[in-house]
C-alpha cells in the first residue's frame, strides 16, 4: 500500500529530489546518476518518486529549468540595480560563476546532454529553450541600454564569454580573473 505524505512532506521531498539530481548531474552527469540513488538521498522508495516526477528526464529538466531561472532572475536584479552597462557586465560575471558551480548548464553539447534530450517530451524541450531565451533577453532587451554593433554580434560576443568556462581547465591563469579581465574590456565596446 502507498504512503500518503502530507503537503508539507510532499514540498520536502521533492526539494530533497530537486537537490539531490543537481548535486549528483553536477559530481556524475546525467546518465550515471540513478533514480535509486536519488530516492536513496531523498528517504523514498523508488515507487515514491513517481508520486514526483513521471520520470528522470523530468526532474532533471526541472533542474535544468529552475537553476537556470534562479541564475537569470538574480541576473536581473543585478542588472536592475546598476542600469547602465556596469551592471551588465556585473551580471555576465554572476552568471559566470553560477555556470562554474554547475556543469551541467554548459555542456549542452556533450553525449550526456545529448541523451538527455533526446528522452525528453516536445514540452519539456520547449519549456528549457523558453528558459534559454529568456535568460538571453537579459542582454538584449534593456530599454536604456544600446547595442554599439549588430545585436547577433553582440549576443554572440556575450554567449561567447560565459562558454568561455568549457575551456578553463586549459588557461594558464585563473579562468574567472580571465573572464573578468574580458568582460571589463569587451563592455564598452558591445554596448553605448
Known amino acids: ?9 510532499k514540498e520536502n521531498i521533492r526539494n530533497r529530489l530537486l537537490k539531490a539530481c543537481k548535486q549528483n548531474w553536477t559530481q556524475y552527469g546525467y546518465k550515471k546518476t540513478s533514480v535509486d540513488e536519488l530516492c536513496s538521498q531523498a528517504g523514498i522508495s523508488k515507487g515514491a518518486f513517481y508520486l514526483f516526477f513521471d520520470s528522470k528526464e523530468t526532474l532533471f529538466c526541472e533542474v535544468l529549468c529552475s537553476v537556470q531561472d534562479e541564475i ?10 546598476e542600469k547602465n552597462k556596469h551592471g551588465i557586465a556585473k551580471a555576465l560575471k554572476y552568471i559566470y560563476r553560477e555556470y562554474d558551480k554547475n556543469n551541467f548548464l554548459y555542456n549542452s553539447d556533450s553525449a550526456d546532454f545529448t541523451i538527455l534530450m533526446n528522452k525528453l517530451p516536445q514540452a519539456q524541450t520547449e519549456k ?38 568549457k575551456n578553463k581547465s586549459m588557461l594558464p591563469y585563473d579562468h574567472t580573473k580571465t573572464t573578468d579581465f574580458m568582460i571589463d574590456h569587451l563592455i564598452d565596446n558591445l554596448y553605448e
Do not use: G, W
Not at 1 to 9: D, G, P, V
Not at 72 to 81: D, F, G, P, R
Not at 131 to 154: G, H, T, V, W
Open 1 to 9: 500500500m502507498a504512503r500518503c505524505f502530507t503537503q508539507h512532506e
Open 72 to 81: 537569470c532572475a538574480a541576473a536581473s536584479e543585478i542588472i536592475q540595480l
Open 128 to 165: 528549457i529553450e523558453r528558459s534559454n531565451r529568456l535568460c538571453q533577453q537579459l542582454f538584449s532587451d534593456q530599454p536604456y541600454l544600446k547595442f554599439k554593433i549588430e545585436k547577433n554580434m553582440a549576443m554572440s560576443v556575450i554567449y561567447a564569454l560565459i562558454m568561455n568556462i
